[in-house]
């Protein structure tokens, strides 16, 4: 099992969310939380990219990669 880490603001925010029923930063915690799936995905394709056994595989990685980092398709080569 993969290990991965957070802030340590962001550690305490969902700590006196979950411990104290403090909710009035959820919006914020769900931001954060979101922004590090998204930069956990980005990695993970990234690598795909990296480690393919073909040059298929690679390509696909490398498309959807830049398909969730914004990159236009007329700005790829």
Request: net charge negative; glycine share 2%; aromatic share 14%.
């Amino acid at each position: 099992m993969k290990h991965y880490q957070i802030t340590e603001e962001l550690f305490f925010m969902l700590a006196r969310y979950h411990l104290l029923g403090q909710e009035d930063e959820r919006e914020e915690i769900e931001t954060l939380l979101q922004s590090k799936v998204d930069a956990m995905i980005n990695r993970n394709l990234y690598s795909q990219y990296k480690t393919a056994d073909s040059p298929a595989e690679q390509e696909k990685a490398r498309q959807e990669y830049l398909d969730r980092k914004g990159y236009f398709p007329s700005f790829r080569w």
